[in-house]
């Protein structure tokens, strides 16, 4: 059942149930809260088929040894297996009370290492509670109610609606103790029998899969995506993705977690901050300069993705190949038509050349070839990473001449142009640069398979220095900042969490792409337009308007990147409508 449809059930449950004198918060499909008598709170479980009572202990007590106090408060039954089961506050793990109060009460909230419970605010009524139960609920023992009162200065442990009590954090009950948090406050930090964590507490109309693996752990293909949102269900004793409850606390492996959002003190995020502050001095030490006269001796080496018998990836009756090229030579044209700047390709389409298409719908050619010497043409599929590793050859071999012929080395930038295969959950422009930590080794290629073409004989074998692959990652990232922040400007979609990242995550690989693994050429990216396999993307591919925009974003980019503003232009491309 889609979250909204959990919801808007969850709500008739509340109506439903409440109108019977039965006060319940239906938390999802098989766990909700009951209250009796206004003030005695119990999460009722629904046993799943063939679960034991020391599962059942073990999934909402976090151990099996409540077992039997479990069973003590379900009389007369024999099996929990489609059974509501009853499971006081008291023998709830930390997790589970912090759940189950922090939905029965909403408004209730941290201040500092206190909590701030509002009286009788409940999602479901409560009556005729006092100081006592609040200290029983947050606490864990009604006789600190005294505490309580002295605390707040009240002279009575009698409450009325509203009242805002506050807990003390030397009484707070282990389930809302302050824990550290990361530095957007977004996930808090603990520890359990599996080692330590990331917790995050899943919002009302989020989704596991976009809401913490995408955002925390850099994955987004599906297959990685779901693979990882199994494992972080079981972590965190998740019986179906489809059907959290909010507030529930999803917990992160910290080895799965992006640096950024590790503790301030672990190695992996001050290795990462060191990097980026490493980044950043030596764009403060040599920065890009200013160009002037609409791009003036910029080289833009703009390369196509796929081609051949390659197509690349392919979604909603749109494939990448045809698409991403026919983005490419827009923007060539308007680079050429209304600019200073000089552009070389490293894939033409032998039968049409770099022609804008005049409609949206494409027709598969599979005659792009790289344009080294000979030209190569993948034939068959198992050829298309021959063609990869000849595009970083000639993107060196046109690095080299412009070098000769004088154009200074930030004046020539590269472009990959690509569609990706992403999440479905996931939209927008998505962008690699070279990270220096993955650019270490040596590149070439000695079979006579490559060593046919002038740019592999010219110079087979490439590694950069550390000064080399820190430069190119910082002026790198310039270009992507500067692309994405023309897009955003633009209204076109960017991939809403880490739209630029330095390597490929994939499964237990990590690579970059050898077209700016291996190009020499400082200033390179890898541009995934969009992702193919969101629908809303597909169809923004699939427009040539669209795809005008999407040149048009591209060619302002490198006017950020440049420092210049882009010429007016009247008839600049709108919204398809």
């Known amino acids: 059942m889609p979250r909204s449809a959990c ?23 098989d766990l909700r809260v009951h209250v009796r008598h206004g003030r005695d709170v119990e999460l009722e479980v629904l046993g799943r088929q063939g679960e034991t009572f020391d599962e059942i202990a073990q999934r909402v007590a976090g151990s099996a040894t409540e077992s039997a106090a479990v069973r003590a408060w379900n009389p007369g039954v ?6 509501w089961i009853r499971v006081p506050l008291a023998l709830l793990s930390p997790e589970m009370r912090a759940l189950v109060l922090r939905s029965l009460f909403p408004a209730d909230r941290p201040d500092g290492s206190d909590w701030i419970h509002v009286a009788r605010s409940g999602a479901v009524p409560t009556y005729g509670a006092g100081l006592w139960q609040v200290a029983e609920w947050f606490t864990g023992r009604g006789d600190n109610f005294r505490r309580l009162q002295q605390a707040n200065r009240l002279a009575s442990p009698e409450l009325s609606a509203g009242r805002e009590i506050r807990i003390p954090a030397a009484l707070l009950h282990p389930a809302f103790r302050t824990h550290p948090r990361s530095d957007d406050g977004s996930l808090e930090f603990g520890s359990d029998a599996a080692g330590p964590y990331a917790g995050y507490r899943l919002q009302p109309g989020e989704a596991l ?15 990685d995506v779901t693979r990882l949102a199994e494992e972080l269900s079981a972590r965190s004793g998740i019986r179906d993705v489809r059907d959290i409850p909010a507030g ?4 992160i492996p910290l080895d799965v977690l992006e640096a950024e959002y ?26 890009v300069q200013r160009t002037r006269g609409g791009l003036e001796g910029v080289l833009v080496v703009l390369d196509p993705g796929h081609g051949g018998r390659d197509l690349g990836t392919m979604s909603h009756g749109i494939w990448e190949h045809d698409y991403v090229y026919d983005v490419t030579c827009r923007l060539k044209q308007r680079l050429e038509r209304e600019t200073a700047a000089t552009v070389v390709l490293t894939l033409e389409d032998q039968e049409t050349g770099c022609t804008p298409s005049t409609g949206d719908n494409l027709l598969a050619n599979h005659q792009g070839s790289v344009l080294t010497t000979p030209p190569f043409l993948a034939r068959v599929e198992g050829e298309a990473r021959i063609g990869v590793n000849l595009r970083w ?7 080299r001449r412009a070098m000769k012929n004088g154009v200074a080395p930030d004046r020539v930038v590269f472009l990959s142009i690509h569609a990706d295969s992403r999440h479905p959950s996931l939209r927008g422009t998505m962008v690699y640069v070279p990270g220096a930590a993955y650019r270490t080794g040596r590149y070439r290629h000695t079979s006579k398979t490559y060593s046919r073409y002038r740019e592999v004989r010219e110079q087979n074998e490439i590694r950069f220095s550390y000064k080399d692959r820190i430069r190119s990652e910082a002026v790198s990232r310039k270009l992507a900042d500067s692309i994405l922040t023309s897009f955003r400007g633009a209204g076109l979609p960017v991939q809403k969490h880490q739209p630029v ?11 970059l792409p050898a077209v700016i693994r291996a190009n020499a050429i400082p200033s390179k990216v890898l541009i995934e337009l969009v992702n193919l396999s969101n629908s809303e993307d597909a169809r ?3 427009s040539a308007a669209e795809r005008d925009r999407l040149a048009d974003g591209l060619m302002l980019g490198l006017f950020h990147y440049f420092g210049e503003r882009p010429p007016a232009r009247p008839d600049a491309p709108q919204a398809a409508r």
């Open 262 to 287: 590790l503790p301030g003190e672990h190695p992996r995020r001050r290795e990462a901050e060191a990097a980026a502050a490493e980044l950043a001095r030596e764009l403060a030490r040599d920065p």
């Open 209 to 223: 899969y976009s809401a913490v693996v995408v955002r925390f752990t850099g994955r987004n293909s599906s297959e």
């Open 248 to 251: 529930f606390l999803i917990k």
């Open 78 to 83: 024999a099996s929990p297996a489609g059974v």
């Open 393 to 399: 050859y000639l993107a060196n071999s046109i690095y």
């Open 540 to 542: 923004l591919l699939g």
């Open 501 to 511: 990242r330095d390597r490929v995550i994939r499964g237990k690989r990590i690579w």
């Open 7 to 29: 919801a808007i059930a969850a709500v008739l449950a509340v109506l439903l149930l409440g109108s019977a004198g039965t006060e319940m918060l239906q938390l999802s499909s």
